[in-house]
């Protein structure tokens, strides 16, 4: 069993690449953390969040042109992800009743057309942005730094 986050998003899609070997060794995929943690939600990440400030910026750019549209990204995060080819489920964390609700809705209704068109700008016109798309290693590199100090 493979669990992996935040790699088979709007944001990051390398899981994909990974995808055949998973498979091919029989392996059961599960994709968490639709939302990068936050990042693509209207509410923003948790202040403590690991990915780099050029992530995080072109993110809250999403995100004001999602609330400047009336859509809530986290909306289009997780039907992105949800319509992923290959994992097994996805994994989806929640910390209020009404996101439970909203999350839920998406799963069964899927998203607007309305929200597709804000969606496919986001993910073409915004995110395209960045060159890289995780942050891999950036707690490493600033625990490091700390250490220094």
Known sequence: MVLC???LSLLDQTLSQYMPVFKAKNLGIV???AHCMGLLSNAGP???HPASQVIKDV???AREYCK???VELGKLALDY???QDGPHTNLVGMNSPDLVKLNLDVY???I???EKQVCSHVKNNILSKLKRTHWEGEELAHYRESLKA
């Open 5 to 7: 986050y935040t790699r």
């Open 46 to 48: 948790p202040e403590w």
């Open 112 to 114: 607007t057309d309305k």
């Open 68 to 70: 400047k549209n009336g």
């Open 31 to 33: 994709n968490a953390a």
């Open 108 to 110: 069964r209704n899927g």
């Open 81 to 83: 992800s949800l319509h």
């Open 59 to 61: 993110c809250a750019e």
